[in-house]
């Protein structure tokens, strides 16, 4: 086992300076980098994503609060053999439309409303005068002429490339809105596009669906200043009386004040600049790594009855820090997957890659804190401990309502992404991210409610009443957490795991 674990342990740390390199090159806000990104067939069409973001309506009292879409240096380029079919004389020799489409106008893009399975306008339809041959056919919305939005890029003669005039499409209306760039020539088969797009919600660049985590990740920072403050007092008071054990459940208090502080500082930065601070977001997701990584090794610890069933952890020292400091390493890469890829996302199987690691170290966790907890109370049974037995049957009732609760939000969840994949209700998707955040501080606050300081802490603290069995928790670690895994995985009984 130790040779297997040793081999192992190169591959995270490799990953992990993978994903470094990567957030050092810089992640930009409410901007659509495009890089030679190839275009698509599609129907008789090609075309290319060129992102999606939920808007609000420009304010019409105020010019510093216009939402828009602008386009910047976005360039396209096609091949030589493609140019070389034309006169260097001969005028608009190629067409690229960008196409602005609010998700509710989406029937609207295609020839469905002419009966047609045409993307393009055909010789057949242009006859009819329902639209022009080579052009993307879109049904005009009778309430709003000029949407969806089309914005028009020609070739001319043998040139290789054509630039956008750069543009600034306003926002008037509220909605989930998608931006593809299409062509229906064959000829320009091979088209590559480089240039970025940046796109502004009233009240700032964070993307409509992040802003109200801003404003949620403030209040979160006041309420673990509050729980802290508290529990300071509390320690302060019994400082005589201290145990080990309330000096960790400082520690996460502390990271989760710090977590919440750098989160709510990045995203208001996000918002007022249009770029992401990557020094900030760094320190942001390495907190919140650090914090489930400590959270998970405190609830693992207090199942084992640390500083109340027995002194120390004995033998299973190593094991437990060699399983927080793996899924240290996995959970900083998954962050950092998932906080670069908001608005440029990575591949999902890139994301599934690093998802892995973290959720069998979930299961590994779940399974040993709830077999810890069970040998614990067993112990506190046989030993008719009856405090400090009703005070691990608070905990255990505790742990296992957070289990019922998270299934039930978990199905929520399912629910949600399966009858919105087209983001429509992306006003509404912060609040998942936001339950799990709010899930995690609850269970927070009831550790420091039952362990609370207190000037007689017999009523938790060890006492030798009985020899104490120093290595049980390690014996069947690997193999039960290996079989569990497929049972466990998906619980997500740790909330932070959860994020927009």
């Avoid at 192992?8 to 992640?27: I, S």
């Avoid at 208090?253 to 918002?271: H, P, R, S, T, V």
Wanted: proline fraction near 4%; charge should be neutral; include cysteine.
């Amino acid at each position: 086992m130790q040779r297997r674990r040793g081999l192992a342990a190169p591959a995270p740390a490799l990953a992990l300076a993978v994903l470094l390199a990567l957030a050092a090159r810089g992640a930009d806000a409410s901007v659509h980098e495009y890089s030679g990104g190839g275009f698509a067939p599609r129907a008789n069409s090609f075309f290319f994503h060129g992102g999606s973001e939920g808007l609000y309506a420009s304010d019409p009292t105020s010019n510093s609060s216009a939402s828009f879409i602008r386009f910047d240096s976005v360039t396209f380029r096609r091949t030589q053999e493609s140019a070389g079919r034309h006169e260097a004389m001969q005028q608009k020799t190629g067409l690229v439309e960008a196409i602005i489409v609010e998700i509710q106008d989406r029937s609207k893009i295609g020839g469905s409303y002419l009966h047609s399975d045409a993307i393009c306008c055909t010789p057949e339809l242009d006859k009819e005068k329902s639209c022009k041959v080579g052009e993307v056919i879109i049904q005009p919305n009778p309430d709003n002429p000029d949407w969806p939005k089309r914005v028009q890029t020609f070739f001319s003669g043998r040139d290789e490339e054509a630039s956008m005039v750069t543009r600034v499409v306003s926002i008037n209306k509220t909605g989930m809105y998608y931006l593809y760039f299409m062509f229906c020539d064959p000829q320009l088969k091979g088209l590559k596009i480089t240039g970025r797009t940046v796109w502004r919600n009233p009240q700032g660049y964070l993307p409509g669906k992040m802003a109200p985590m801003m404003t949620f990740y403030g209040f979160m920072s006041l309420a673990y200043l509050v729980l802290g403050l508290l529990w300071f007092l509390q320690f302060v008071r019994c400082w005589k009386d201290i145990l080990q054990l309330h000096y960790h459940i400082t520690a996460v208090i502390a990271l989760g004040m710090c977590e919440m502080a750098f989160w709510y500082f990045e995203y208001a930065n996000f918002n007022s600049t249009g770029n992401r601070p990557m020094a900030i977001t760094l320190w942001a997701v390495t907190f919140t790594a650090v914090k489930k990584t400590i959270s998970r090794l405190l609830l693992l610890v207090v199942s084992m009855g640390y500083g109340v069933v027995r002194p120390t952890l004995g033998g299973v020292t190593s094991k437990v820090g060699a399983l927080g400091v793996v899924y240290f390493i996995a959970s900083e890469g998954l962050e950092l997957v998932e906080n670069l890829g908001n608005i440029n996302d990575f591949s999902g199987k890139t994301r599934l890659f690093l998802v892995l690691p973290v959720a069998i170290l979930d299961a590994t966790f779940i399974i040993w804190i709830f077999s810890s907890l069970s040998r614990t109370l067993e112990k506190l049974q046989l030993r008719r401990s009856m405090a400090k037995l009703e005070l691990y049957r608070k905990f255990t009732n505790s742990l296992a309502l957070s289990v019922l609760i998270s299934i039930a939000w978990i199905g929520y969840e399912l629910y949600f992404n399966a009858t919105d994949p087209l983001s429509e209700l992306w006003r509404r998707a912060w609040i998942i991210p936001a339950f799990w955040n709010v899930l995690s501080y609850v269970l927070l606050a009831i550790i420091c409610i039952l362990w609370s300081p207190s000037r007689n802490p017999t009523g938790f603290a060890y006492s030798e009443d009985t020899a104490d069995e120093a290595d049980e928790e390690g014996l069947s670690l690997v193999g039960s957490a290996v079989k569990g895994t497929g049972d466990i995985v998906n619980m997500h009984v740790f909330p932070e795991d959860k994020r927009a």
